[in-house]
Nanobody, 118 residues
Framework: QVQLVESGGGLVQAGGSLRLSCAAS????????MGWYRQTPGKQRELVAT???????NYADSVKGRFTLSRDNAKNTVYLQMNSLKPEDTAVYYC????????????WGQGTQVTVSS
């Protein structure tokens, strides 16, 4: 069974930094896309940053220049370095990956809370 385990969330002051990690396990053959989404109560989950199937990166306009996506393919792990954090970044952050086991599937982490105070 594929599992995505997230870590790195917490409480920081505006202007601070945080790094999120997400590691996948469970008989993985390959990974096509990897990235991060976030969600606040009453709102739909929105894209923050992703690696595409071509290995390029996509960032939401609101985080460009502040957040940086990286990965360690050997460890099936994706990271999100978040700098210059703003209160508007407060949300539950979810890791997402397209993973092939027997076939391709879309998987989500459990979510990690990021809170940025003024």
């Amino acid at each position: 069974q594929v599992q995505l385990v997230e870590s790195g969330g917490g409480l920081v002051q505006a202007g601070g930094s945080l790094r999120l990690s997400c590691a996948a396990s469970g008989g993985i053959n390959s990974i096509k896309t990897m990235g991060w989404y976030r969600q606040t109560p009453g709102k739909q989950r929105e894209l923050v940053a992703t690696f595409t199937s071509r290995g390029t990166t996509n960032y939401a306009d609101s985080v460009k220049g502040r957040f940086t996506l990286s990965r360690d393919n050997a460890k099936n792990t994706v990271y999100l370095q978040m700098n210059s954090l703003k209160p508007e970044d407060t949300a539950v952050y979810y890791c997402n990956m397209e993973i092939r086991v027997s076939g391709w599937g879309d998987y989500w982490g459990q979510g990690t809370q990021v809170t940025v105070s003024s």
